[in-house]
């Protein structure tokens, strides 16, 4: 069965850098885009952009763009979000999203349970 | 970027209560919309997409319509289960955006 799998929290420091991981399994890794979404808390959701596991191709949200970085590793079936210079703003849990593809419609199917990563000093 | 306009924010309903919670887009996206329910602690869970089909194991009693620019999920019969909050998402240009969500109460 599908499952990606989150770590579930990390505390950094403001001015630092955070990589949260996504493993993927039960599926070919290379045939679905995966999406990162965070949400702040109690607020609403947030698409940060995503990744293309087969070239490893990735589109940012502007507001992002300068300070994140989405990877992946293939031999381990896992993605990679990395956000860096840190800032309390950015205290939030951030989600991985499978987007699974017919010959019609694309739509997120699967989702990792969430990592809560906070910032402080 | 493409701005979404989720109303209301919030509701108060009861069990059995048909609901319906709308969004607009800034601008034309088709039918590239999606709804998503959220419960506390919980990642969104995919209701329908491209505006107006069901996902996969989802109660008939969600749908969805809409095209262009203005969008409607229904509720035709609130369960218990239902109480949480919804979001719309555009995912015909990116960035791609949601609305601000509907929290859906008991009444």
């Known amino acids: 069965q599908v499952q990606l799998v989150q770590p579930g929290a990390d505390v950094e420091k403001p001015g630092a850098s955070v990589k949260v991981s996504c493993k993927a399994s039960?599926?070919?890794?290379?045939?679905?885009?995966m999406h990162w979404v965070r949400q702040a808390p109690g607020q609403g959701l947030e698409w940060m952009g995503l990744?293309?596991?087969?070239?490893?191709?990735?589109r940012y949200a502007q507001k992002l763009q300068d300070r994140v970085t989405m990877t992946r590793d293939t031999s381990t079936t896992t993605v990679y979000m990395e956000l860096s210079s840190l800032r309390s703003e950015d205290t939030a849990i951030y989600y991985c999203?499978?987007?699974?593809?017919?010959?019609?419609?694309?739509?997120?199917?699967?989702w990792g349970q969430g990592t809560l990563v906070t910032v402080s000093s | 970027a493409i701005q979404m306009t989720q109303s209301p924010s919030s509701l108060s309903a009861s069990v059995g209560d048909r609901i319906t919670i709308t969004c607009r887009a800034s601008?034309?996206?088709?039918?590239?919309l999606g709804w998503f329910q959220q419960k506390p602690g919980k990642a969104p869970k995919l209701l329908i997409y491209?505006?107006?089909s069901l996902q996969s194991g989802v109660p008939s009693r969600f749908s969805g319509s809409g095209s262009g620019t203005d969008f409607t999920l229904t509720i035709s019969s609130l369960q218990p289960e239902d109480f949480a909050t919804y979001y719309c998402?555009?995912?015909?240009?990116?960035?791609?955006?949601f609305g601000q969500g509907t929290r859906v109460e008991i009444k």
């Open positions: 998402l555009q995912d015909y240009n990116y960035p791609w955006t």
């Open positions: 601008q034309a996206i088709r039918n590239g």
């Open positions: 491209s505006a107006s």
């Open positions: 039960g599926y070919t890794f290379n045939s679905y885009y």
């Open positions: 999203a499978r987007r699974y593809c017919t010959s019609i419609d694309c739509y997120f199917d699967y």
């Open positions: 990744i293309d596991p087969s070239g490893g191709n990735t």
